[in-house]
């Protein structure tokens, strides 16, 4: 952990409302240079709002947020040179050429004159788009689009990289090379802010801001996060029928919690020798096959979906 | 402000223009249409009326009368009719514009009274063509009537003197000499053109960005928003221009529109008014982030207040005090203004110091407004 | 299949409902167009701005003077000097006409000679011109005639009843006072309903086609010819709506009288209205965007009004764009409104162009259909 007080961004207290809707409600974090930080929620959690906020793109109703050093509340301006942004949707001019578009961003983003020829260049070894400098950015396939993007966001060699879902939509081996350069980016000393609602994406990240309605749920590093989970222990359970299962194992004693994950259940124990004796006789005494029941490391959607369903159990609303 | 970063927005705004055929039909394609169109299709002038004839007398008089007609260019004497519902069925159905009759005592009233009715019958459906009619009548029979008086005097002996109180209306017809409405018409188009495609195109720069999603990754550089304005305004300025110039070239060498001013005085008016509509366009899709909300809105206060109360083709003077108070508000009112009297009179810069000045102020503020409008923040 | 078409229509008419811009465009452009043409639009010359000069300054001139002060038309706003300052007038645009009365004007008269009275007209607008110059012409005619009258009467008083003269006694039929907005209020009726359902109908599809939901539709058991009845239908309803509301504010605030038949412009107004729903159904089958539609819809319009006669008349055109005029639907449609408003004629007369209409209709209508079948696949 880059734990050296190199803090890159602060954010205290933060607040954004539209009209009556609070979308971001007293989120503070921090992230220090060079580390990867992830947003991770599902839709509507508020991750692109924080991340708007940061980029200055929304102002915030309440609350600090220094970017760069950088007061974005106050100078949404000064944080742009510092930055490189690349939204949920594409967001490249899909009627302009690969290189055009590379030397248009390179333009706006003030790069030099003299080194601007060698940066579009590598942003485009980067994306892996040798060759094809002059095809129409719109002809090209997603997971090329998405490095195109990130490369026009690097153009300036931003300190900070704020990446809004940019996986979504982008076929798994182009998911894989793009977690590759963003680990390269943090190598070289870039904090990255990532957001996705890919659970598996969650791992790659050196630590994780767990949102949900606005709130930051937990925050920690993936092996923190799962140990939340480790007040009791989880359990894979295969049955047959499925459904009937989960209805009986929601309301049984010992059992905290019980969700369908594919093809099997994954219940939640207070102990779980206990449980490996007493659930399967259970189920088989009200007609429920149980094929398999064996103790499993719970994963980060777990953790979210307890985590989760304690922050609607406190404000007693339903669970989206 | 940045050089640089001004450069790159407009030259990818030009290569947006030249890549997409739509922008390019509407900037090149469009002013052509309406030059011709417009052009040859716009004219007011009544040549050619189409006249039905009842004669009820069929004396030497009357014939003599109706050899008038027929001998104008403005009437095209179509047919003899012996009845008033024949009459009735020919304006009815649109076959004459103007009837002539001719009562069965024209000629013994001419005689004997010294006062002989001739009775004209315009359809007033179109009230100016009939008011042009009648008015070509109304020479036609005068003449005829003054022919008439002095032969009569000459067979009396009377001395010719005696036709006394003769005025000849010497008329002198300045700047648009042959009064022909494409003369006074096509440099309004010009307004018209420029309006329509500055407004089109311009709407939809900002509100494209939008519904592309362009928009985030633009706002999330260091460009200003003063810098936005300009790097999208300057490449539709420059097609503006040369639409002007392409528009000038038509109507000079294709329509044969003397233009009897200045280039300089043509372009710098052209550049004011570009500034105007440039900037209206740019804050409308600012303010309006759906495409098609933006061009209709742009239409309706471009192309509507140009082509009505500009005063391209219905004169201002004539208008209600009202609508009159409300046309100084209208941009093109100054700039139509300024087209005709450079293309016609050739009067200087001098003479339209008060339009000039008008132009100068509403580009200034509506420049002003522009690099104010377009806020970097997405709420 | 009538189960199927009234989903259609019902969810057309909860879309239009929705849409706010959908209303918009239904609404504003339509009013603000009719109250402005109803007001702006004239070619007629109710006062001309004028300028007199006398050098003469003998009692004859100051007569010819008093009859241009005394007439409503010309507002004799200046009494220049000299032919400069009146020029320069004229170069101004403060001033139409200019009227100048030469020094020994009364004293030629007097003689039994021409005397001339020079009139300068400003020609930029050429159609003002030459109904002022109608103005002055007619001024100077009745001074001729009057003096003439008078001169007879002092000097050959027995000859004086027997000077013939023909005179002009003019009739304008249906617009007895010549106003322009019985001219332009029932050509907005057609104007305005051609401009809302092209672009109406053009605009709906293609928004299904570009959200997807023309896909959706399509995969459903409809049929095309379903489907498009289903989305054209509402249209027509509106464009009859629209058509009457125009026509009737346009009646009660204008003052323009309906003397016709309204049977018969419902005829003609559904006529016209399947040749311009055609028209959008046509835009919509080659266009992908709404943008598109816009656009082609705008190069369709504009020679759809200016071949129209409705502000500009089609016999002054060259010939080869009056033949073009014969395929403009609007052509004909105007002939019906004018017909209808002012002259108050049926069928009888009006029936070749409900033909022209209902056979450019029809055909428009068919082709675009079968466009539109095979911009499906």
Redesign the interface.
């Given at each position: 952990m880059p734990n050296d007080g190199n803090i890159s961004v602060r954010v205290d207290g933060l607040v954004k409302r539209?009209g009556s809707f609070t979308a971001v409600d007293r989120v503070s974090f921090s992230a220090y240079r060079g580390e990867i930080l992830g947003f991770l929620g599902p839709n509507g959690a508020g991750k692109s709002t924080v991340i708007?906020i940061l980029?200055?793109?929304?102002?915030p109703s309440e609350g600090s947020v220094i970017v760069a050093g950088v007061d974005v509340g106050k100078d949404?301006?000064g944080v742009?040179?510092h930055?490189?942004?690349?939204?949920q949707?594409?967001?490249?001019?899909?009627?302009?050429e690969v290189s055009?578009n590379l030397?248009?961003?390179?333009?706006?983003?003030?790069v030099d004159?003299g080194i601007a020829g060698d940066r579009i260049r590598e942003a485009i070894s980067l994306a892996g788009l040798q060759g094809h400098e002059h095809d129409l950015t719109g002809t090209l396939a997603g997971g090329w689009k998405q490095r195109l993007?990130l490369g026009?966001a690097l153009l300036h060699r931003p300190e900070i990289l704020?990446l809004d879902e940019p996986t979504s939509g982008v076929d798994p081996m182009s998911r894989r090379q793009f977690w590759d350069l963003i680990h390269g980016m943090s190598g070289r000393g870039v904090t990255v802010f990532v957001s996705t609602h890919y659970m598996d994406e969650a791992e790659y990240c050196d630590r994780l801001v767990l949102m949900n309605r606005g709130r930051v749920v937990a925050m920690g590093t993936p092996p923190e996060l799962r140990h939340l989970v480790k007040k009791g222990a989880l359990l894979l359970a295969k049955c047959e029928p499925l459904g009937t299962a989960l209805q009986i194992l929601q309301g049984s004693p010992g059992v905290a919690e019980a969700a369908v994950f594919g093809n099997s259940l994954h219940v939640r124990v207070e102990q779980a020798e206990d449980a490996l004796v007493t659930l399967p006789a259970m189920l088989e005494s009200r007609g429920v096959k149980c094929v398999s029941l064996k103790p499993i490391e719970a994963s980060l959607e777990d953790v979210f979906v307890q985590l989760a369903g304690e922050q609607s159990a406190v404000r007693g609303g339903p669970d989206r | 402000m940045?050089p640089?970063?001004l450069?790159?927005?407009s030259?990818?705004e030009f290569?947006?223009i030249v890549?997409?055929p739509r922008s390019l039909l509407i900037a090149l394609l469009m002013p052509v249409m309406q030059m011709v169109l417009l052009g040859y299709g716009v004219s007011l002038d009544a040549k050619n009326i189409p006249v039905y004839v009842y004669d009820q007398e069929g004396s030497q008089d009357s014939q003599a009368l109706l050899k008038r007609f027929q001998a104008s260019p403005y009437f095209d004497v179509r047919k003899t009719v012996n009845s008033y519902r024949d009459l009735r069925y020919a304006i009815d159905s649109d076959r004459c514009k103007l009837a002539i009759v001719i009562p069965f005592d024209f000629s013994r009233k001419l005689r004997d009274t010294g006062f002989a009715p001739v009775q004209v019958i315009v359809d007033g459906t179109d009230d100016n063509t009939a008011n042009l009619s009648k008015g070509y009548a109304r020479a036609v029979i005068a003449r005829f009537s003054a022919d008439v008086q002095h032969n009569w005097l000459q067979r009396q002996g009377m001395p010719i003197a005696a036709s006394n109180g003769n005025i000849s209306v010497d008329t002198r017809i300045w700047f648009n000499e042959d009064l022909e409405s494409r003369n006074f018409i096509i440099p309004g188009i010009v307004a018209l053109v420029m309006a329509l495609v500055g407004a089109l195109l311009t709407s939809l720069t900002i509100a494209r960005e939008w519904e592309?999603?362009?928009?985030?990754?633009?706002?999330?550089?260091?460009?200003?928003p003063s810098e936005v304005m300009l790097g999208k305004l300057i490449p539709y300025f420059m097609v503006g221009m040369a639409d002007a110039a392409l528009c000038l070239m038509m109507s000079v060498w294709w329509f044969g529109v003397p233009f009897r001013g200045t280039l300089a005085s043509f372009f710098t008016t052209t550049a004011l008014f570009l500034i105007v509509i440039l900037g209206i366009g740019f804050m409308i899709s600012v303010a309006i982030r759906n495409q098609l909300g933006a061009s209709m809105i742009a239409l309706l206060v471009t192309l509507m207040p140009t082509s009505l109360l500009s005063g391209y083709a219905f004169p201002i003077d004539q208008m209600p005090a009202a609508v009159r108070a409300i046309t100084y508000l209208v941009y093109s009112r100054y700039y139509v203004t300024i087209l005709k009297a450079i293309y016609l009179k050739g009067v200087g810069v001098k003479a339209l110091g008060a339009e000039m000045t008008a132009l100068a102020v509403y580009a200034a503020v509506i420049g002003l407004l522009a690099t104010r409008a377009f806020r970097?923040?997405?709420? | 299949m009538f189960g199927r078409i009234f989903h259609m229509l019902l969810k057309e008419f909860l879309e239009v409902k929705r849409d706010k811009w959908e209303r918009f465009r239904l609404l504003v452009p339509p009013l603000i167009q009719k109250v402005l043409f109803g007001y702006a639009a004239t070619f007629e010359v109710y006062h001309v701005s004028t300028a007199v000069l006398d050098l003469d300054h003998s009692q004859e001139s100051r007569e010819m003077v008093s009859r241009f002060t005394g007439n409503g038309r010309f507002d004799v706003e200046a009494l220049p000097s000299s032919s400069q300052a009146m020029r320069g007038l004229i170069d101004r645009s403060k001033i139409t006409v200019g009227i100048r009365i030469n020094p020994q004007f009364g004293e030629l008269l007097r003689k039994g000679q021409t005397a001339p009275l020079q009139v300068i007209v400003d020609g930029t607008n050429s159609n003002t011109a030459l109904l002022a110059l109608d103005y002055v012409g007619q001024i100077a005619a009745r001074f001729s005639s009057d003096y003439q009258r008078d001169y007879m009467n002092r000097i050959f008083p027995e000859y004086q009843v027997m000077l013939p003269s023909a005179k002009m006694e003019e009739r304008p039929w249906y617009n007895p006072d010549l106003d322009s907005q019985w001219f332009f209020v029932p050509g907005l009726v057609g104007s305005i309903a051609l401009m809302t359902i092209v672009n109406v109908t053009s605009f709906a599809i293609v928004r299904e086609r570009e959200i997807g939901t023309l896909e959706q539709i399509m995969v459903t058991p409809i049929r095309p010819i379903e489907f498009i009845l289903g989305k054209t239908v509402p249209f027509f309803v509106l464009g009859l709506i629209e058509v009457a509301l125009v026509a009737v504010a346009g009646a009660l605030w204008f003052g323009v009288p309906f003397r016709g038949n309204p049977l018969v412009m419902l005829l003609g107004t559904s006529l016209f209205l399947i040749s311009s729903l055609a028209v959008g159904l046509l835009i919509s089958t080659t266009c992908r965007t709404q943008q598109q539609a816009f656009a082609s819809g705008f190069f369709y319009l504009t020679p759809a009004f200016t071949l129209s006669g409705f502000a500009f008349p089609i016999s002054s055109m060259p010939t080869v764009m009056q033949w073009i005029t014969y395929l403009d639907p609007l052509r004909y449609y105007l002939v019906v409104l004018r017909g209808t408003f002012l002259k108050g004629t049926g069928l009888a007369i009006l029936w070749p162009q409900m033909v022209a209409m209902a056979i450019l209709g029809v055909a428009m209508f068919a082709v675009s259909v079968a466009r539109f079948e095979k911009s499906l696949d």
């Open positions: 539209f708007r980029c200055g793109l929304l102002r949404p301006e742009r040179h930055i490189g942004y690349m939204s949707k594409f967001s490249l001019y899909n009627d302009l055009e030397r248009f961003f390179a333009g706006l983003y003030g004159r993007a026009c704020f | 940045s640089r970063r450069i790159a927005m030259r990818k290569i947006q890549r997409d592309r999603g362009t928009m985030e990754q633009l706002l999330s550089t260091p460009i200003t970097k923040t997405l709420d | -």
